[in-house]
């Protein structure tokens, strides 16, 4: 079946309690090289789109208008995808809007935006070089999960109190997350080896909590503004270890958090402003540490160690180019011969 179109725009009857305008507009599609297209501009009227395509080679667009009122999600698409090489693009204008996409198959990509606040979105990809690329502004929910290998993940949000929870299983994936502005929350994970991770939050009030399960990965977070906070925690996942984090913050009352579990792996943090703190721990063997702090009531801690042969150690490097400033630097895990090799500590 090549196509199926069923379109729907009416209004209940007056004398129901629960009258209301909508648009309505459905497809479905079954075979090879599919398209399928959803234009609905409406004003002060609800939308809803769903689009099912099975097959192979597939294209799905969505163009929704304005919302209605307050209240409950009025702009609502729903795609489900099953197949190769499928392309699915969704645009929503406007407040209160919903989306959720479901891509099964390889080569996939999908490209949402969403206009105006209050925005919710959750998709889940599996298959292989998929590419997800998300736009969201002011006061939105996005929930993603991609499955797969060289997988490619870039979501923006712009706005305040605005919600992230990605995850990304597989190997050789990327990830590229951006949040600006006050109160957002970022959550993000990575199971499998040569991943790799770049987070940015700008703003007041931020939290990020990053995690990789891996081996030979690589992390960049970076936060400026004011009372931000990152968790970062990194494990290996097959004993072979080679993670790298790169942490930068910039402001005032900043806190960074990270862990690290395995061998051969490295720390890069730098802070500068006024009264940051951060704690750093490694458990495992040659791993290395390098901390910078600039500004002014800095503090530092730093724990190396964990369970491996005498002489695996590590090294620790700090320097602390601010007033009023603590530093910690303290041994972990039962084998003391494994304690940090080289430590250098500059204060000035």
Known sequence: MRLLLLAVFGMFAPALPCAADFTEALIYQEGSSNSAAIVQQQTGVDSFASI????????????????????????????????????????QRDAFQDITVLQEGSSNQIAIEQIEEDATLNVRQSGTDQVLQIQQNRQATASTRQLGFQDVLRIDQGGQNNELFAEQIGHKNFAQLSQSNTGN?????????????????????????????????????????????ANIKQVQEDEQANITVTLEQSGAEMKANIQQGGKNNTIHASQAGFQNEISLQQDGEFNDVSILQTGANAVATVLQGGVGEPGEHGTISVIQSADNVNITVGTIGGNLGNKPKHITVLQQ
Do not use: M, Y
Not at 205 to 210: D, K, M, S, T, W
């Open 52 to 91: 099912e395509q099975e097959g192979s080679a597939n294209i799905t667009s969505i163009q929704q208008g304005s919302a209605a009122e307050a209240g409950d999600p009025s702009i609502r698409a729903t795609v489900d995808t099953h197949g190769d090489l499928n392309t699915i693009s969704i645009i």
């Open 185 to 229: 929350k970022l959550q993000f994970q990575q199971l499998g080896d040569e991943n790799a991770a770049i987070v940015v939050q700008s703003g007041f009030e931020n939290v990020a909590v990053v995690q990789q399960q891996t081996d030979h990965a690589t992390l960049s977070l970076f936060q400026g503004g004011l009372q931000s906070e």
